[in-house]
């Protein structure tokens, strides 16, 4: 039986590369002593796809000589994370990346040298996190911690409680997430302003510039409240010293795979028993799909690693703003999003068998041909039409990923603003021509009433507006269109949720008769889509 540790990958190599199991090719005690003495790279958020692809990136770069240091990994959301995924495998894991002809590559990522919590109440580990950001080697701060890790304030816009009392008291007593790295960063400051990057790699539009609000608010209301000096608010926003950038990921990495577990377990793998934390579910293997993009804005004072040598495109903002665009608003995330909102109204729990139903195939081409390519700006490093092509016909059908429409569609009210509102916005005056995105808004609002296309209740993903979308539509009942009138006002108009008011779009009336449509009774979703994509 093979157990994930870094003794095991030495004493039982010969069987472990039996297994097809691909394995680092660096001298692993080297690199930890280096990573020790010099680091450069910290990420936050040591979940899924920071293990299946950017680690996997940096290991690339240490098999082939051009890199040195490996990445330690700080977790700001599930201590658990540190203490039960990765210590008790020596910081490794396996990445399983399955194609879809039923093939499962597998390989050993070593690269995670050091992985570390934090939180003051960790003693240890925030001692070596100050000297990990007071280090002048320290080149990147990488984020994948989702939109929301970046979030200060709740939807009336108050100031969680945590940030509140971190706000008062300054760096030396910060106990929120991102009151801790910014007192990480003050802490860079003292030690002598050095330069470096905090990159976020999360999956939301100019990720780089949520970062820089959270850390600048800190930083301007410490000077403003005489915990720290001008200095610092200077030091963060000087581009020189600090930089934000921009980018673009791309690879679907859902959760555990039990086609995968019985998999590794068949092949002798000892580890393959789910984890299960207060927090979250995780293994100490990880599934990813084989396709990845990376595209970041190429902006960092202190160095970085050169990972173009693996693929990753470094350009300028303007490309790395048109790239997300092209994904998030067009060729990729809008689809997702429709599949998932009408994937669970029909029953739907895997992404792949969506795309066998002609009317949800047919839906997403819709949007992202019909809808979304026109208007969509070649970003010159990536095609459009490759890449929705490639989504359409490759990625979204794999039937190897274990992808569910239930995981697309958590916190879908803070995805349809850039998903949908982006096109919306790029029709101007002709917005009220759309068909298939209004009825991709439609959905969403039927999936809200949490009773699917049988009639039967279901419980709708996690999502932070939850409650208060579902409040608005109180009293509305399947069976009785005419329950909806004026409920979907208050959601159409907001905002802060599709930046723009809908009705000012002139599509407001159209989501609300199809939203009438979907309502009618039993198998009205069904009809619906029938109605429009047949015809």
């Not at 000892?270 to 902006?299: R, S």
Request: some cysteine; glycine content about 8%.
């Amino acid at each position: 039986m093979l157990h994930l540790n870094r003794q095991s990958l030495i004493r039982d190599k010969a069987v472990w590369e039996d297994k097809d199991m691909m394995l680092y090719q660096f001298d692993a005690d080297a690199v930890a002593s280096a990573t020790r003495k010099t680091p450069q790279w910290i990420h936050f958020g040591g979940g899924n796809i920071f293990r299946a692809f950017i680690a996997a990136l940096q290991q690339h770069l240490l098999n082939t000589g051009v890199a040195k240091t490996g990445i330690i990994t700080a977790e700001t959301y599930d201590e658990e994370v540190i203490e039960k995924v990765y210590r008790p495998f020596d910081n490794l894991s396996l990445a399983v990346t399955m194609y879809a002809n039923g093939r499962f590559d597998k390989e050993v990522i070593g690269s995670v040298m050091e992985s570390v919590v934090c939180r003051p109440d960790f003693a240890e580990d925030w001692q070596r996190l100050k000297e990990i950001f007071t280090a002048p080697s320290l080149q990147i701060a990488s984020f994948t911690i989702t939109e929301k890790g970046y979030k200060l304030t709740d939807y009336a816009g108050t100031y969680f409680p945590a940030v509140v009392e971190d706000l008062k008291n300054g760096p030396e007593q910060a106990k929120s997430s991102m009151g801790c790295i910014a007192a990480l960063a003050y802490a860079r400051y003292k030690a002598g302003a050095y330069p470096f990057a905090f990159l976020s790699l999360d999956n939301c539009s100019h990720n780089g510039d949520k970062i820089k609000a959270a850390i600048l608010t800190f930083a301007e209301q410490w000077v403003a409240n005489g915990v720290v000096e001008q200095g610092f608010a200077n030091y963060v926003n000087d581009k020189n010293k600090v930089t934000f950038p921009w980018s673009m990921i791309d690879k679907i990495t859902p959760r555990s795979s039990a086609k995968v577990q019985q998999y590794l377990a068949d092949l002798g793998f000892g580890d393959t028993e789910l984890i299960h934390t207060h927090k979250g579910t995780y293994a100490a293997f990880v599934n990813a799909e084989n396709a990845q993009y990376l595209v970041i804005e190429d902006t960092f004072p202190n160095g970085r690693p050169a990972l173009e040598k693996t693929g990753v495109i470094f350009t300028d903002r303007t490309t790395v703003d048109k790239v997300e665009r092209m994904k998030v608003c067009t060729c990729l995330n809008p689809l997702h999003t429709a599949l998932a909102v009408y994937g669970c109204l029909l029953g739907y729990t895997l992404i792949a068998d969506e795309m066998k139903d002609p009317q949800l195939k047919g839906l997403i081409e819709k949007i992202g041909y019909q809808e979304g390519l026109p208007v969509v700006t070649n970003p010159g490093v990536l095609n459009p039409q490759d890449f929705i092509k490639e989504v359409l016909e490759e990625r979204l059908t794999n039937g190897n990923l274990p992808d569910t429409p239930q995981r697309i569609a958590t916190d879908t009210s803070q995805k349809v603003g850039i998903r949908f509102g982006e096109t919306i916005k790029a029709y101007g005056d002709k917005a009220s021509d759309l068909k298939y995105i209004p009825l991709a808004i439609a959905g969403w609002c039927r999936y809200l009433l949490a009773v699917d296309d049988e009639g039967q209740t279901f419980e709708p993903s996690s999502d932070p507006l939850l409650e208060n979308v579902q409040a608005a539509l109180q009293g509305v009942m399947l069976g009785n269109p005419a329950s909806a009138d004026g409920k979907l006002k208050s959601i159409l108009s907001n905002k802060d949720i599709f930046g723009s008011d809908l009705y000012k779009a002139g599509l407001g009336g159209k989501i609300e008769e199809y939203f009438k449509e979907l309502i009618a009774g039993p198998h009205a979703v069904r009809n619906t889509l029938v109605k429009y994509i047949n015809d």
